[in-house]
């Protein structure tokens, strides 16, 4: 069979790049029987922008290139950029694509008077997109514009009268995004051409120019101003969030003023706009004041495009950088805060909420409807306040005893809400353990008579419980006339015999008394032995022959002498 890249002389663009796959140390990056499949089969079939067609023998013609990594970037075939990126990789090594022929590299240079041409018109012109960059993230990636750039003095065009370049040396290694996504490299004797400040547009994106790194402008779509301005909001409804968005997308791209004067008119009323310029302006003026250096205020903040050069060590990039300073200040300066503190006892941690969480939606709160900054001494000691009275109960009653209160600092106030919050399953484990614990005792409780039944009293149980011990035996636990061992020995002697050792209603030999019963005034007998009388009873009586005068009499009975 051969080798497959004897087919295809090195004369063409195909040719010279299976040729060449070594030395641009690309062999385990790409297939050749892929990427002869790709370049001869498959790409010549893509429909491809502005009636581009791929040639099967491969081409280095810029807008071809970018014509077909557009195409593949829409439809999602990443795999294919690989190989796109290999002719990339050739075309930006002179040395070794001059050995193709004219009619399909397609050389440009042109000499004398077009060399100011080349200076504005270098490889900057170069977009993103032909180099496999997504546009502008996290935003959608725009479609590719349409608007051709002037052809590169040191790279090939499309433009088929342009003569050969003349024989010289080749041109620097290029160590850019390009390169190192396809790992080609330079031979250390190749020399540099000394470097010509470039003119760009920005958002600017590191290319590989001709003179090494440089910036390019990736300009904004309307997809990308339509997007950016649903982000930033109103300004006055909530100039929070969009000064938030804004400084955000300064520090996350490269912009130029011609970038800050899109954004700012497309996001802002004229009223608006002109009240930020003008703080931005007496911003500026009073910096000025500690430091001559800075400009004043139509300078740092200008109306009109200072045509600033964006290169790395350039002045020009730090004062875009002082001119978003003074934005950033200038908006915080003519935003119209509505103060409402009430706002800030509506948010209340959820039971379960994390406490980083609940003090975000302070912090937010906070800055959105007061003038405090949550950084502020004064702010920081309002917002530990709110976030100790209005978090979560156990929380609250954990952080209310800490020593210094509201003055503590937050972020040790957040420590010990988080140490709370997160002993909860352990504190919730403890209980369910106790919990679990006492059901367990109840139900042995239960279950115990079942088990073993107690053995029957000895003794005749009453419904009320007996208090005291017996007065005849000395022992607790029953009644006197219940008593198993007896009556007990009085201690005194009888009154009626004057003999000890029985109880009065027991005397064996009672003596009459000296003076009458004073129940009935008869002699004879005691008064407990009065027949009409019953110990601890009124006595019997015939209720027909009752006098009505005689149960008044037992009101005044005398006690026995």
């Known amino acids: 069979m051969g080798n497959p890249q004897s087919k295809f002389p090195k004369s063409t663009p195909l040719g010279c790049l299976l040729a060449n796959l070594k030395t641009l140390q690309l062999e385990q990056d790409l297939r050749r029987k892929r ?43 990443w795999s294919e950029i690989t190989y796109i990126q290999g002719f990339w990789a050739l075309r930006s090594r002179p040395d070794l694509y001059s050995r193709c022929s004219s009619a399909q590299v397609m050389l440009a240079k042109d000499a004398g008077s077009q060399e100011p041409e080349k200076e504005e018109s270098s490889f900057l012109s170069v977009q993103p997109e032909d180099l496999g960059f997504p546009s502008l993230p996290p935003y959608t990636p725009p479609p590719p514009p349409s608007v051709r750039t002037p052809p590169s003095s040191s790279l090939p065009t499309s433009n088929p009268l342009s003569p050969m370049p003349p024989s010289g040396p080749p041109t620097g290694c290029l160590e850019s995004p390009v390169s190192a996504h396809t790992r080609s490299k330079c031979p250390a004797d190749v020399p540099t051409p000394a470097p010509h400040p470039p003119t760009v547009l920005a958002p600017l994106r590191e290319v590989a120019g001709a003179e090494g790194v440089v910036r390019v402008h990736v300009p904004f779509s309307l997809a990308d101003l339509s997007k950016i301005e649903k982000r930033l909001g109103d300004f006055s409804a909530n100039p929070t969030i969009y000064i938030k968005e804004f400084r955000y997308l300064c520090q996350a791209y490269d912009l130029t003023w011609h970038d800050l004067q899109v954004i700012l ?77 009430n706002k800030l006892k509506e948010i209340i941690q959820n039971p379960e909420e994390n406490p980083a969480a609940f003090l975000n939606r302070l912090t937010e709160v906070l800055t959105q409807y007061t003038r405090l900054d949550p950084a502020s001494p004064t702010g920081a000691t309002i917002l530990a306040s709110y976030f100790i009275s209005q978090s979560a109960p156990d929380i609250r009653k954990k952080l209310q ?49 079942s088990r073993n039944p107690r053995p029957e009293s000895t003794y005749p149980t009453d419904s009320k419980a007996t208090k005291g011990a017996c007065y005849k035996c000395g022992k607790a636990g029953h009644y006197a006339n219940r008593c198993p061992q007896g009556p007990r020995v009085p201690t005194q002697p009888c009154y009626k015999c004057k003999a000890s050792g029985h109880w009065a209603s027991e005397c064996p030999n009672p003596h009459p008394p000296a003076t009458p019963c004073p129940a009935c005034q008869q002699k004879g007998h005691w008064k407990s032995d009065c027949p009409t009388l019953r ?25 026995d002498n």
């Open 535 to 559: 110990t601890g009873a009124a006595p019997l009586r015939d209720p027909l022959s009752q006098d009505p005068g005689s149960s008044f009499q037992l009101l005044h009975l005398d006690d």
């Open 401 to 449: 005893k800490v020593e210094d209160g509201p003055q503590a600092p937050i972020q040790d106030l957040v420590k010990l809400a988080f140490k709370v919050y997160n002993s909860r399953e352990e504190t919730a484990e403890v209980v369910r353990q106790a919990c679990l614990k006492q059901k367990a005792q109840l139900l042995a409780a239960a279950l115990q008579p």
């Open 35 to 77: 990427l002869i499949f790709l370049s001869t089969v498959a790409w010549p079939r893509y429909k491809l922008d502005n009636q581009s067609l791929w040639p099967p023998e491969g081409t280095l013609d810029r807008n071809v290139l970018t014509d077909l990594s557009n195409f593949c970037q829409r439809l999602g075939k």
């Open 265 to 341: 008119t497309s996001t802002l009323n004229p009223e608006e706009q002109e009240r930020i310029l003008a703080a931005a302006r007496q911003h500026a003026n009073q910096l000025h004041l500690t430091d001559a250096a800075i400009p004043l205020g139509e300078q740092a903040v200008p109306s009109a495009d200072p045509d600033w050069n964006y290169q790395a060590n350039q002045p020009g990039r730090r004062r875009r950088d002082l001119m978003v300073q003074c934005l950033l200040a200038g908006m915080q300066a003519a935003s119209n805060k509505t103060v409402n503190f």
